[in-house]
């Protein structure tokens, strides 16, 4: 497959998380998260997000998303989240099957939740024909590519504490926000008030697994049941762990080349050497694309269906733009990646860790060829 924009789950393996595995596969180790790795990397979610922190690793973002939807929520209440929200668009209903909750959803203009907007939700409070609202749910960096600041997501942990509600943090793509706002995992959870979270690794580097990540102690309960029974309880979880040991920082493993991570400093744990190289390509490709369009004397505020603009700021790995049609038609054929909007003409273009300079110069070529 041509290395395209699609996603970030297209990528390959970090050769860091792949030597991490390779080191792990010798001779037995207990099952079920009773090995040596699973308790290092514990401690290692512990200096991350705090020491209160509990993880439990499972297989998948859908897993880890849903464990903490049910840590937080019983059959008979609800989740407010966005109307573009990963656990309403692209968890084929999960939460709703696997937990019985019910998701309130909003519209936003650009992926994020306000206190203002949530309100509109919290309604309905003892009557027993409504579900009962009792979890923010919110993605950082959000579907959209925007970013929640410090102060936006502790006023949303405020709102939901004040009516007894927790705040979940969708962090698929939490180490490119980390990046993007220059600020530690702990810092943008656990000091705001985040309860609980979901935190990635596959689309910045590593093979599979995820976690799930326990902020408030008082949601702690028979968690391990809850993972077991929603079967993403992995038998060899040392693979697991290991990755996430080597994403951290826990291990050397191998090391890229200054070139590729675009740092000299080898103290940088992989998290944010791969985070901070897919930001750094989608900041690349905004502006060739700036420059392009301006070459071509089109203009970024236009509005129609003919129009060709970037639709959100580019913040972190993703650029999402307006095109025509024939145009990202044309170009889908030489590259792949994902109509966002269809109706309204907007793909999205994501960058990976592995993305290279070369791969974008390419790309904006290709979309020269295809401009009118």
């Given at each position: 497959m041509k290395r395209g924009f699609g996603s970030d789950n297209h990528s390959g393996i970090s050769p860091e998380i792949l030597a991490a595995i390779a080191a792990a596969n010798t001779?037995?180790?207990?099952?079920y998260g009773d090995d040596e790795w699973c308790a290092r990397t514990e401690e290692l979610f512990r200096r991350e997000f705090g020491p209160q922190a509990k993880v439990y690793f499972v297989f998948n973002g859908t897993g880890a998303n849903v464990l903490c939807i049910d840590a937080m929520c019983r059959s008979h209440e609800a989740v407010v989240c966005a109307e573009t929200a990963h656990i309403n668009v692209d968890e084929c209903g999960a939460p709703q099957r696997v937990v019985g909750c019910r998701l309130l959803t909003v519209d936003t203009p650009d992926g994020k939740l306000t206190p203002e907007l949530v309100k509109t939700r919290l309604h309905g409070f003892g009557f027993e024909h409504h579900s009962q609202p009792k979890a923010i749910s919110i993605t950082q960096s959000t579907e959209?590519?925007?970013?929640?600041?410090?102060?936006?997501?502790?006023?949303?942990?405020?709102?939901?504490?004040?009516?007894?509600?927790?705040?979940?943090?969708?962090?698929?793509?939490?180490?490119?926000?980390?990046?993007?706002?220059?600020?530690?995992?702990?810092?943008?959870?656990?000091?705001?008030?985040?309860?609980?979270?979901?935190?990635?690794?596959?689309?910045?580097?590593?093979?599979?697994?995820?976690?799930?990540?326990?902020?408030?102690?008082?949601?702690?309960?028979d968690m391990k049941y809850r993972r077991k029974?929603?079967?993403?309880?992995?038998?060899?979880?040392?693979?697991?762990?290991?990755?996430?040991?080597?994403?951290?920082?826990?291990?050397?493993?191998?090391?890229?080349?200054?070139?590729?991570?675009?740092?000299?400093?080898?103290?940088?744990?992989?998290?944010?050497?791969?985070?901070?190289?897919?930001?750094?390509?989608?900041?690349?490709?905004?502006?060739?694309?700036?420059?392009?369009?301006?070459?071509?004397?089109?203009?970024?505020?236009?509005?129609?269906?003919?129009?060709?603009?970037?639709?959100?700021?580019?913040?972190?790995?993703?650029?999402?733009?307006?095109?025509?049609?024939?145009?990202w038609h044309a170009l889908q054929k030489e590259y792949f990646f994902y109509d966002w909007d269809e109706a309204a003409n907007v793909v999205r273009w994501m960058c990976s860790f592995d993305t290279t300079e070369d791969d974008i110069h390419a790309f904006v070529a290709a979309l020269k060829r295809h401009l009118p």
């Open positions: 001779d037995h180790a207990l099952a959209l590519g925007t970013l929640y600041t410090l102060d936006e997501i502790r006023a949303l942990a405020d709102l939901a504490h004040s009516y007894n509600m927790y705040l979940h943090m969708d962090g698929a793509r939490l180490a490119n926000a980390a990046v993007a706002l220059g600020c530690s995992f702990k810092e943008m959870s656990t000091d705001l008030g985040v309860d609980c979270l979901s935190f990635g690794g596959t689309k910045n580097g590593l093979l599979m697994g995820e976690s799930c990540v326990i902020l408030n102690p008082a949601l702690d309960i029974q929603m079967t993403q309880l992995c038998s060899k979880m040392r693979f697991i762990a290991a990755q996430f040991e080597a994403y951290l920082g826990g291990v050397q493993g191998v090391q890229r080349s200054a070139e590729e991570c675009k740092t000299n400093d080898k103290d940088v744990p992989l998290w944010k050497r791969n985070a901070m190289h897919s930001n750094a390509m989608a900041q690349l490709l905004k502006k060739e694309l700036q420059e392009l369009l301006s070459s071509h004397s089109l203009s970024l505020p236009l509005t129609s269906s003919h129009s060709i603009k970037i639709m959100y700021p580019v913040q972190v790995n993703s650029v999402f733009v307006q095109l025509p049609a024939d145009v």
